[in-house]
């Protein structure tokens, strides 16, 4: 007995792949807003981009909380469907902050941001001290050692580095996210005349 399958979507990753080569294009100027958005945010709009930043947080948070609250009234106990409320709401409680004062709520979300950078840098270079050799261990401790005075830089410049450290991060991340998406759209552009 054979099945069929109506899937019009590819089969495989070099379907997925050969499907992608036609929109090269397409991928490259996405890459190429990116990258103008990374560089105006950390050219002259840092502060613009922190709040920028926040507001994305606030929407999604907002997001969150309304599929929470949906959530709840799925759940099949008394006590869950409060508890998911309860949370729901309090994701769309912090959406609204962040959207209604997003440097208010930069202020808290940078210091969170350097505790959770000093944090994970440690967290890092203790991983790190367990990998055994011949791994690529002493990277791990650099990228930990990194991070850890990146947090404590943001930290020890809070409350101040809450009006430009999430900004210069969302300029960083637009900047990589851009030259990853030309640099793919790019290697499709050679796949395709090949």
């Known amino acids: 007995m054979s099945t069929t399958n109506n899937d019009a979507g590819p089969h495989s990753l070099g379907d997925g792949i050969r499907k992608l080569r036609g929109k090269w294009g397409w991928i490259v100027a996405f890459g190429v807003v990116s990258l103008i958005a990374g560089v105006i945010a950390l050219g002259s709009g840092v502060y613009f981009a922190t709040a920028t930043a926040v507001l994305i947080i606030g929407f999604m948070m907002l997001m969150a909380g309304a599929m929470e609250i949906v959530a709840a009234f799925n759940a099949k106990e008394w006590g869950q469907r409060i508890l998911w409320a309860l949370l729901g709401a309090l994701y769309v409680f912090a ?15 940078t210091l969170m941001l350097g505790i959770a950078l000093i944090i994970g840098g440690l967290l890092r270079v203790f991983l790190a001290m367990q990998m055994k050799q011949g791994t690529p261990w002493g990277w791990v401790v650099l990228s930990g050692i990194i991070t850890f005075l990146l947090g404590v830089v943001i930290v020890a410049k809070w409350p101040v580095s809450s009006a430009y450290a999430l900004g210069i991060f969302l300029g960083v991340d637009l900047l990589f996210i851009g030259s990853s998406w030309i640099s793919v759209g790019l290697a499709l552009r050679r ?3 090949s």
Not at 96 to 109: G, K, M, S
Request: net charge positive; with cysteine; glycine share 6%.
């Open 95 to 109: 959406g609204f902050v962040c959207i209604q004062n997003p440097f208010q709520a930069a202020t808290l979300l």
């Open 191 to 193: 796949h395709a005349r």
